[in-house]
């Protein structure tokens, strides 16, 4: 076992003929790319065909997971799986933490590489060194937390780890994820629903081997440096409690929640519905991700009469605020509910509400009428009407149907409110109104897999610390979430943040949110780990190569310039109400983007990387 | 006086950062498969509990080791003498709270030894779940 911090091979499957190889993780791709999301564009850049369609059976399908992850470094438990996505046509990528990463680790893998199509539903389970596919035509139709507890109890080890699908990606929705721990979904852009095309129900995996790194002395005093900052950070306590769920309540203090599909930013439940009234009333105890010590998940135990049994890790607030504030609703314990349903089902919460929402607002502005949608009630916070097409589109049944594409292509089919539909890049945006904070708006405009705040996640333009801006981005506006200034060097450090959080393999929350770790702290670690010296320049290097690669791939599928944009909604109409925090913003997009284009070193006409800058991060086709 | 690990399963996040860290001082690996504690965990029902070693009085695991490697000094904790050990994984068998794994390449028993008084595992716990108290 090399003490370089590799779990050290790269496993390829090939579920049409069985064949399994395993070859050792190639350390020039390692320095280029470090791992996890890095590593999968990488081999996609590489290995995929431009015009193989993404449900082929040759078509690859990628886990990868990230040089911290199964150390000390808390939270550093997260795999991204990636492929081209069947939503959008584009880079298809997620991500996911939990516990499911550091165990392929610990079976000695840093990638999966899946093309093929077993001949009948199978699982792989990967028992250290052992990897077989094994029948799953009776786990067939099951649900994740079905699958999960059956494939437990076959195996006979409850500790095994499982990514599962559901029945959604089994019926061809295209925004079906895949589900780690039953409620740590890698569920943007349709990873699952590739899955479900090479007949690959889930993985499982147990490992028992070990991550070592070079110089285990320094790397625990590096560890026990972080651990003390995450411990003494003045979020710390909030996040505790609350996790992500807190930004119910602080999103309304700004007006930017997405009510009724972003008809204003202010939600008159959202007490109803908060992080605090979560914890109050359910929550029995915190959770937390691989080594984290931040219990930012909960358990929770509900007690309405209406939903029987209903007891999940979770929710997050994308889910809580799609089925909440976005689709009208004030019933806390109906979005709950609703939550389970999608993570048993196997769905993208936040593409689920966006076509509900979109299909209520059509309704509302009698563009829809009931007759045509199965004869459900369009309005705004119906729950009956929010269970029913949950159900409808997971088995793709009636009204279903038209949606279980997403929104762009639910708008093409029924030839109507293409210009209501919340996507950029054919995937559906998330819970906040970019209209209240301009850098999340030029960051979903530009994101690599479709609109997309977790590539960059640029915080910082809400803390108002204007001098802090000058130090950082010269530019005293990046600190103010409604200025546009400053914006395009706001975005383009938290992408390259954000893509280096995902190449090493550990949380956003800590790596981007708390800024927890510097560049060169980042680079000192990584010394540590891999016994090869890095520089806090060439950490950042990767995170730009790996945005730049992105952008290379999505350029192959024609995507430019024209393609980073926002909903004409967030473009053309001021944000409400009237006396909301954010009241008469719109997204001043053009002049972010130019700001942006020049700072990546990009062609400002066409949006892509000139030739120099390929040439300069070794991108070079 | 005599250390024992206390467990609140009702702080318990489920992390398994005291599985590292154990793995991390003792063997200098990160592998939860050679933690000399581990979590049980059920996802479903919502369940994380560490399974500690108790340091039980007149320990079963000690007393059914055909070879006498197994021991338990005077303050209650195990000691192993690793060249008796044969492996055959009888104190696994005996111990009463499923604490005590054997290490998947050696075979021998992984055993708690409170690591001098400052175990790693309590020092990582950030909820509280994992505490060291003193008894009689």
């Keep these: 076992m090399t003490a370089n911090g590799l779990a050290g091979s790269v496993l390829r499957i090939d579920l049409s003929t069985g064949d399994i190889i395993r070859e050792p993780t190639d350390p020039h791709l390692v320095r280029a790319f470090l791992g996890g999301r890095g590593l999968n564009v990488a081999r996609l850049l590489r290995e995929l065909p431009t015009g193989m369609d993404p449900l082929a059976p040759e078509a690859p399908l990628l886990i990868g997971v990230g040089p911290l992850v199964g150390t000390s470094f808390p939270g550093g438990a997260r795999f991204n799986i990636t492929a081209r996505s069947p939503q959008t046509g584009i880079l298809g990528d997620s991500n996911a933490g939990g516990f499911f990463g550091p165990e392929l680790r610990f ?14 539903p199978a699982f792989l389970w990967i028992d250290d060194d052992r990897v077989v596919l094994q029948d799953a035509r009776d786990l067939w139709g099951m649900d994740t937390l079905e699958t999960t507890v059956a494939i437990q109890e076959a195996l006979g080890d409850a500790g095994v780890q499982v990514a599962a699908i559901g029945p959604a990606a089994e019926h061809g929705v295209l925004f079906s994820g895949v589900f780690a721990n039953l409620a740590r979904p890698a569920a943007r852009t349709g990873m699952g629903t590739v899955m479900a095309s090479k007949n ?13 790194v070079a110089d285990s002395g320094h790397f625990r005093e590096c560890i026990a440096r972080l651990n003390e900052r995450i411990l003494s950070h003045p979020e710390y ?21 997405p009510t009724r599909h972003f008809q204003s930013g202010l939600f008159e439940a959202a007490d109803a519905v908060s992080g605090e ?34 007891r999940f890790e979770g929710p997050e607030y994308e889910p809580l605020a799609g089925f909440t504030a976005r689709v009208g609703n004030g019933d806390l314990p109906l979005a709950l509910h609703a939550i389970d349903r999608c993570n048993r089902l196997g769905m993208d919460a936040i593409s689920v509400t966006e076509v509900i929402a979109w299909v209520m ?18 309005e705004f916070g119906s729950g009956e009407s929010i269970l029913a097409l949950i159900e409808k589109i997971a088995h793709r049944e009636g009204f279903g149907d038209v949606l279980a594409d997403g929104v762009r292509t639910a708008a093409h089919k029924l030839v109507r409110g293409q210009e209501l539909a919340m996507e950029v890049k054919g995937l559906e945006l998330f819970q906040a109104d970019v209209r209240a904070m301009k850098g999340y708006a030029l960051g979903n405009a530009v994101a690599s897999r479709g609109a997309d705040h977790l590539r960059s996640e640029p915080w910082f333009e809400f803390s108002g610390d204007r001098e802090e801006a000058v130090r950082r981005y ?21 992408e390259e943040m954000a893509s280096v959080s995902d190449a090493i393999g550990v949380c956003k929350n800590t790596y981007n949110n708390m800024e927890v770790l510097d560049w060169d702290e980042t680079a000192e670690l990584l010394v540590a780990a891999t016994g090869r010296p890095w520089t806090g320049e060439e950490v950042r290097r990767v995170g730009e190569r790996i945005v730049n690669a992105e952008r290379l791939l999505n350029a192959r599928w024609g995507i430019t310039r024209r393609d980073d944009t926002l909903p004409r909604r967030f473009l053309q109409e001021p944000i409400g109400p009237p006396d909301s925090p954010s009241a008469g913003s719109v997204v001043e997009l053009g002049p972010m983007l130019e700001e942006y284009y020049s700072v990546r070193g990009w062609n400002s006409a066409t949006g892509l990387p000139t030739p120099e800058k390929l040439h300069d991060l070794g991108l070079e086709e | 006086m005599a250390l024992r690990l206390v467990v609140d399963e009702m702080y318990c996040s489920g992390c398994r950062a005291c599985e590292v860290a154990c793995s991390d001082v003792h063997e200098n690996t990160f592998s939860p498969a050679l933690s000399r504690l581990h979590a049980l965990k059920r996802d479903a029902e919502g369940i994380d509990r560490p399974i500690v070693c108790h340091f039980c009085a007149e320990a079963p695991c000690a007393a059914a080791c055909p070879t006498d490697a197994l021991s338990q000094q005077s303050n209650g904790v195990l000691q192993l003498d690793a060249t008796l050990c044969q492996g055959c994984g009888e104190c696994a068998k005996a111990c009463p709270h499923r604490a005590l794994r054997m290490h998947p390449r050696t075979g021998q028993p992984l055993v708690c030894d409170l690591y001098e008084g400052e175990p790693a595992c309590v020092a990582v716990c950030a909820t509280g779940a994992l505490s060291l108290e003193e008894r009689e």
């Design chain 1, 200 to 212: 690959l129900k889930a993985i499982a995996v147990r490992g028992t081997g070990e991550i070592r």
């Design chain 1, 474 to 494: 010269g530019i005293p506006e990046a600190a103010d979430r409604l200025a546009w200034k400053g914006k395009g060097k706001l975005v383009a450090h938290f």
């Design chain 1, 361 to 378: 607002e059509l309704g509302q502005r009698g563009m829809l009428a009931s007759a045509e949608a199965d004869g459900l009630d369009l």
């Design chain 1, 107 to 120: 079976a000695g893998i840093d990638q999966l590489v899946i093309t093929g199509r077993a001949p009948h």
């Design chain 1, 277 to 310: 009234t979560i914890e109050r009333q359910y929550k029995v105890r915190g959770k937390a991700c691989f080594a984290c010590n931040i219990p930012c998940s909960r358990f929770l135990v509900t007690d309405d009469p209406r939903f029987p049994g209903l």
């Design chain 1, 237 to 257: 306590e909030i996040r505790s409690r609350l996790g992500t769920t807190r930004l119910i309540t602080s999103l309304q203090a700004i007006g930017g929640l």
